[in-house]
């Protein structure tokens, strides 16, 4: 328990002190040696512990004593409102996404892959092998382990198309997990009181980490096909903004992939206005029916800054991402990134690295598109059978959600409020909206526990609804 | 290698096109089914694929095209230049302890502890049995895994002062290091263009996240027992700043200890002027002759918001930190490092844990204390006898740091610079001074690898000063 006879002395007096009243004098340094059995030193320097602590006071010449202490009381911390002023960046509330649900809850609000579409078997064996390796016990350089960074280059460069050049691993940045790489490039490419597009509806993670950077959010509508180009391109031009925060692919909430007409003329529009995609491939590893096709394998020009999150495909646990950016841009992210994180955890990019390599990790991924693609349709069919008035428009090829539109007239709030009383956990899709919400909408993820529940928990929001 | 028999084709494919001319028609379905022996459906979801990346096209009726593509090129990433605009907050230049070096170099710049210092049976036993634990799998909640809040809260309330009321687990928030906590509580509590005060000299990755938040910085010169606190008075009157950050224990770079009377006087400044302290306590568990005497120990009306990192105690890998704070303050902490960071990694926050609930913990902290005392001893003998133009204000009490003043008229950067050609690697003091330096100082870390050659290289420094 105790560090040194100094330590054990401290305990002692403090319970001493405890019960003293204020300005009693303690024992001389000579009777403490004696009842203690311990040496002046010792004696000493638990006087100055306790002294450092406020505990008690050494009058010189006459002898040290139990400072006067103020009566446990009920904390007042008024004051602080004065100090911390009214709120100067209000953020969005925590979509229902990131809470935390009971286990005996239906849920289709994870924000999280089940443990079941998660490698657990490599996640445990990299961590053991790590544990070995000097990746538990160093420093790494800011910009990550120079391996990992090569492998995200890798990823992008092989389906990079012919005749552009292939990002290299010194494009790389590795981030503590894609929220913060979020902020970074947001505070990198656009800064506080700058504009920015933004899909509608789009990551509400993405959301909070504009407010709170302080970028003025200028929503362009998305639909199945992706942006509505027209609308993007007046917006760069009404806005000035520099940048365009999108999912080409598997778009959370709503399951889209850009078409390639809306690629291709989304570039040009990039290429025309002098800005930036901040490409969010967030569901790369998690294709259903089909291949994310990254707007970044086609461009070299630095025009698409790309994120690629490890943490939904190979554990919660596991918080590393990259960015791949090129030219000043980059450079940027890196400064900005260091400021705020200096550097990621060695041994969790290791531990992801050796997940990726393993040749289990291919055999992984097409398990999970498998039983993503089942807990879709589970889901989907329970949608016709049990709540017909919600329309779907766009049945996802890739992620993990459904984007489910209700008749206009629901009360949300009421809905999700009385679905959690019948123990089924939904999300409203309001905080998905950088804005005022077009419709009413609910996001029903199909990645969380007990997909075998997803059908009851479906009829049970069809009879609340219509209740 | 691939997923699957389309990947497989799409990777043939694209060798082809790779060569073939702009415009080129592609083999049909049915050829393309008979030369390769697969399915019509891989064949579609291949095309599907290439034409997802802009490889190809398909013309309705007539049959699938190379499109054009352009020649590799040297990337121009000059248009970012007007897309960035001018950097809105510049960052300092990151400090040198920041930087590798060479394993032949004699280090005395590193900021992190050498492997010798480190808990290394500890840290990879726990590793180990995080890896056979739920841990790796899960998310934790965003304030961080309780039963590591209940420690950080039990580390602080064992030594709190008898009449105040021990902070509770609630009142933690877990970090990905002690960086992020900075930046969260610099914008939490300041905010961008509001005034903070701030200890000069002091750690230079303070300074960093206060110009990435956008802080203006005010600082209040430091001695060997802490600030003048008449200064401080002055500054938080004349600026308005409701904020102080500091070190009161092993102060990074100067390895002061605030003493009992300029203690009691900063707290009632901060009561006075309704203002927080944000306590740095970085070198926690690195005292020598002292133990670290928290000011948060001596606060429970909110004044003081404590900060303790493990990064450095337990190791570099595992990138760890606890906030403690109180009232309103807490809730905004929170808040912004959720934007920042959703949450910490429930693995790292495991072992953390692991590691300092271990019977080995003490030990080793005890080993750890002998080994920087004989280290720092090392350096001073070494700057008494190799270069007594050195001026040690102050012996540190803990810490892994020498602050020592060289001649005013040492020209640092050349300095640093020729001790660089002869492999000894230093920090030239600039770094640690929010502002204007106000004299030419080193910062000469204990910490680094092989102090057997410490000696050697105050030496060299000698040398180098004298040439």
Request: some cysteine; proline content about 7%.
């Amino acid at each position: 328990m105790f560090n040194s006879s100094s330590e054990r002395l401290v305990a002692v007096l403090r319970e001493w002190i405890a019960t003293a009243p204020a300005g009693s004098q303690l024992p001389s340094t000579r009777t403490l040696v004696a009842n203690h059995e311990v040496s002046p030193v010792t004696v000493q320097k638990a006087l100055r512990i306790l002294t450092g602590q406020g505990i008690i006071e050494s009058r010189p010449g006459i002898g040290t004593f139990v400072r006067s202490h103020p009566v446990a009381r009920a904390h007042d911390h008024a004051w602080q409102t004065a100090a911390l002023g009214v709120v100067q960046r209000p953020l969005p509330e925590l979509a229902s996404a990131q809470r935390a649900t009971p286990n005996d809850v239906i849920s289709l609000q994870s924000g999280y892959p089940d443990r079941d579409l998660l490698p657990e078997r490599l996640v445990r064996s990299a961590f053991s092998r790590v544990a070995r390796s000097d990746a538990v016990l160093q420093r790494t350089p800011a910009a990550g382990l120079p391996d990992l960074q090569s492998w995200f280059a890798s990823e992008l460069g092989a389906i990079t198309a012919p005749g552009l050049s292939a990002p290299a691993a010194s494009d790389v940045v590795v981030l503590p997990g894609s929220q913060s790489g979020l902020g970074s490039i947001f505070r990198s490419l656009v800064g506080a009181g700058k504009p920015m597009l933004i899909e509608s509806p789009t990551y509400w993670g993405a959301i909070l980490a504009a407010a709170q950077v302080g970028v003025q959010l200028v929503p362009v509508p998305a639909g199945p096909h992706g942006p509505d180009t027209g609308q993007l391109d007046r917006a760069f031009e009404q806005t000035g903004a520099r940048a365009f925060y999108a999912h080409p692919n598997f778009a959370n909430p709503s399951g889209a992939q850009w078409s390639p007409e809306v690629s291709q003329r989304v570039l040009e529009i990039l290429k025309n206005r002098g800005a930036f995609l901040v490409e969010d491939d967030w569901a790369k590893d998690l294709g259903i029916n089909a291949e994310s096709s990254p707007m970044a394998a086609r461009d070299d020009s630095g025009h698409v800054v790309y994120l690629r999150s490890l943490t939904k495909s190979v554990s919660p646990a596991v918080r590393v991402a990259g960015v791949i950016a090129r030219g000043p841009a980059r450079e940027r992210i890196l400064a900005d990134n260091q400021a705020q994180s200096m550097y990621v955890s060695g041994a969790l990019q290791s531990v992801a690295l050796d997940v990726v390599t393993q040749p289990g990790w291919r055999t992984h991924l097409r398990s999970v598109r498998q039983q993503l693609a089942t807990r879709r349709d589970l889901v989907l069919d329970a949608l016709a059978q049990h709540l017909p008035e919600a329309h779907v428009e766009q049945v996802p090829l890739g992620g993990l959600n459904l984007w489910a539109r209700l008749p206009d007239a629901t009360n949300l709030v009421q809905l999700v409020r009385d679905c959690e009383m019948r123990g089924v956990a939904i999300s409203a899709g309001d905080s998905w909206f950088p804005a005022e919400p077009t419709g009413r909408f609910l996001r029903l993820n199909f990645a969380g526990p007990n997909p075998g529940a997803f059908n009851q928990g479906v009829e049970i929001i069809g009879q609340v609804l219509r209740a």
